[in-house]
């Protein structure tokens, strides 16, 4: 089990850039996918990119294709998410997500065991 705690969430104007960062607890933090979601007010919970174990395969949303960009550092247990360009659309809490399924990149919700509380992103236009 990986335990999950996000943080680097704020306030904004669009056309800002924010940075998430997810610190990982737990011994296999580094043999599997991880993934960021998110979810606004009233709305389900949405895909927003994800990453392989490795680092070297990355998948998008279309929505955010081009502004964000995941990644992550194995040796520090974390996986972050730059957002650049912001949009007021992208308000929303973020939450980053480790993967239980055996496959190179995950992206629905039902894919992913473990969950950190959420950071709350808020872009003002």
């Known amino acids: 089990q990986v335990q999950l705690v996000e943080s680097g969430g704020g306030l904004v104007q669009a056309g800002g850039s924010l940075r998430l960062s997810c610190a990982a607890s737990g011994r296999t933090f580094s043999s599997v996918a991880m993934g960021w979601f998110r979810q606004a007010p009233g709305k389900e919970r949405e895909f927003v990119a994800a990453i392989s174990w490795s680092g070297g395969n990355t998948y998008y949303a279309d929505s955010v294709k081009g502004r964000f960009t995941i990644s992550r550092d194995n040796a520090k247990n974390t996986v972050y998410l730059q957002m650049n360009s912001l949009k007021p659309e992208d308000t929303a809490v973020y939450y980053c997500?480790?993967?239980?399924?055996?496959?190179?990149?995950?992206?629905?919700?039902?894919?992913?065991?473990?969950w950190g509380q959420g950071t709350q992103v808020t872009v003002s236009s």
């Open positions: 997500a480790s993967s239980w399924v055996n496959r190179l990149i995950a992206t629905r919700p039902a894919d992913f065991g473990s």
